[in-house]
């Protein structure tokens, strides 16, 4: 196995109890021989001390007491497996309790959103849901895996009937690249090996899908954007006059000798070197963390951005944000939050709210302006300074923003800038 | 041009973006060291992500007074090396002065009494962030933890109340006295690991790799013979060769057969094994969530 040429793929799966999710998820572990003998046995021990009849392999993921005691996924679980050509993270985020706020953490950083439908049903108000977050949240692929076809009798037609359905309804979103896959996760059809049941099915496996599907555009490559997090400055006879901004690339490519501008003051430079522990480097791009050199002195600190000159961000304060809400204190209009964007902080307070979004039929509901836990809606905010900003759209990272609340400290939203 | 990094350049990167913003974000860090390749891997990122300047922390060991020597004489050579400054927080002083009960008979383990010393530690030291090297794949309870975890002032963590994390946005606020819990290598795996150690030829304690020791088996795990665990006579100590996956107080941390002398044997070891690196770790087995209960109590 050449590990050195291996490749990281996210991808989040989403789903109610009875979808097959855990069991499309164990039958990938399974496969691919992530589960260890020790917690194969743990957890059919458990299992039979629960009075199950089958081995329960949620129990694999669902590690805490609380969760356990309930039979239910409290949490966002992260699962880890790998074949030759690429590492796998799994964000498997529960489809009953909290679903927003779990699914849109989940989404966040995915490659490739996973979701499940049971071939008896079709698509059902939850499938809905799913494909619009999955949409919000801009992941970039999005694979709909049409379960349980033992069911159905492997029918061809059941499929298309369903795969029609769906892209009716996905016309109306913003997912750029879907794929179906006819499955049977108990089964193992079409999930790792190819289905014998369904040769009319000419497509790829699922694993064969992940290991493939063509995840080096899913940054932005083209403006480049620069959020410095921390000033290194070694201050040794050595490295005497070192000053170095260290930062993770957030979009674009950057070059020695690339004509800069720093945010917020607007002082321009090139730069003299990207420098890392590994010596230096003749190019950095996402998600690379490095250090960058400057050729002049000006003065740049943590939550300023490094930018090209003839590509900035727009720099603003009154900004338009689809927010998903995570606490049970709603939204207050007109009500004052911390607020993190790239490495910078801020305060803003919320203007006013456009609309709240109903996520199972996209209608914009413009008289509700009540937002609770788990909605998503679109609000205007005024931060209290500028913040160098693309649209959610073009650049995941710098296109968002989370809400803190200033007594409590804790996370209550998530914010995709438009 | 290929804009695509290998999965273990990846793990890095997020891993320095995670360290910086735990420099940046709290006054006064501390990295927890406990010897074992996750920790070692730890400092070697945070070498990394503060290049050519030194480390901005202190690193913290939580002494058990149960140690295989191997793993203080490495400890003290990459503090050396490094530059940085250690400091030691010590599991018999919190017996000597009583704020402790050393745990009697044939499983007695300093495993549990760590929390205090390590509470007591950060305490002293007025640590508001202190970074570990835990792993979500390495345990149920782990695989619920957040990047930054926030923890009360008591120490406590409450699984049911964490703060969502999104993109990478981190929000490590807090009240005075309370602090966080950092693991920035949370997405990694064991085989990670390793495959990242051998391909930066980092050096290990010579633990991780086969050596000939006396050891003996309880319920079905090899430990070291050690003179800080009793045996029970039916307990039979023999020759073997042997390696450590994982390394933690001499007491709970259970040896593996093993031929693998090099990273490259060990990496293809861990690739085929089909047991997890802490089903040799006694302290995981006294309950079902005891991994859970501890960390609840502020054990990392």
Known sequence: MDYKSSELLRFTTAGSVDDGKSTLIGRMLYDSKSIFQDQMEAIEASSLRRGESEVNLALLTDGLKSEREQGITIDVAYRYFSTPKRKFIIADTPGHIQYTRNMVTGASTANVALVLIDARHGVVEQTRRHAIIASLLQIPHLVVCINKMDLVEYSEEVYENIKEEFEKFASKLEVKDVHFIPMSALNGDNVVDRSENMSWYGGSTLMYYLENVHI????????????????????????????????????????????????????????????????????????????????????????????????????EQDI???????????????GKYALMHTTQDARCVIKDVKYKLDI??????????????????????????????DSYRKNRITGSVIFIDEGTNETVG????? | MNYQ???LKEL??????????????????VLMFSGGKDSILMVYLAQKAFYPGKIPFPLLHVDTGHNFPETIEYRDALVEKIGARLIVGSVQEAIDKGMVTEEQGVNASRNGLQ???????????????ALGGARRDEEKARAKERFFSHRDEFGQWDPKNQRPELWNLFNGK???GEHFRVFPISNWTELDVWQYLAMEKVELPSLYYAHEREVFERDGVLLANSPYIEKKPTEVVKKMMVRCRTIGDVTCTGVWASKATTTDQIIEEVATTRMTERGGRTDDKRSETSMEDRKKKGYF
């Open chain 1, 414 to 418: 998530a914010g995709m800038i438009i």
């Open chain 2, 5 to 7: 990094l290998n999965h």
């Open chain 1, 320 to 334: 338009d944000v689809m927010v998903c809400w995570f606490h049970e204190r709603p939204l207050a209009l007109r």
């Open chain 2, 174 to 176: 807090k009240r005075y």
């Open chain 1, 360 to 389: 199972n039929s996209l209608h914009r509901n413009l008289e509700d302006k009540n937002i609770e836990m788990n909605d998503i809606a679109r609000v205007t905010i005024r931060s209290t300074k500028p913040l160098f900003v």
């Open chain 2, 115 to 129: 929390t205090v010393a390590l509470l007591t530690a950060l305490e002293e030291g007025k640590y508001d962030a």
């Open chain 2, 12 to 29: 890095e990167s997020e891993s320095i973006f995670i360290l910086r913003e735990v420099a940046a974000q709290f006054e006064n860090p």
């Open chain 1, 216 to 315: 080096g555009s899913d940054h932005n490559i083209i403006d480049c954007r620069f959020p410095v997090q921390t000033v290194i400055r070694p201050q040794t006879d050595e490295f005497h006059d070192y000053r170095g901004y260290a930062g993770r690339v957030a979009g674009g490519s950057f070059k020695k000798g690339d004509k800069v501008m720093a945010l917020p003051s607007g002082f321009t430079s090139t730069i003299k070197k990207i420098d890392s522990f590994d010596g230096e480097m003749t190019e950095a791009y996402p998600p690379q963390s490095v250090t960058i050199l400057l050729e002049d002195q000006i003065d740049i600190s943590r939550g300023d951005m490094i930018v090209r000159v003839n590509n900035v961000p727009k720099v």
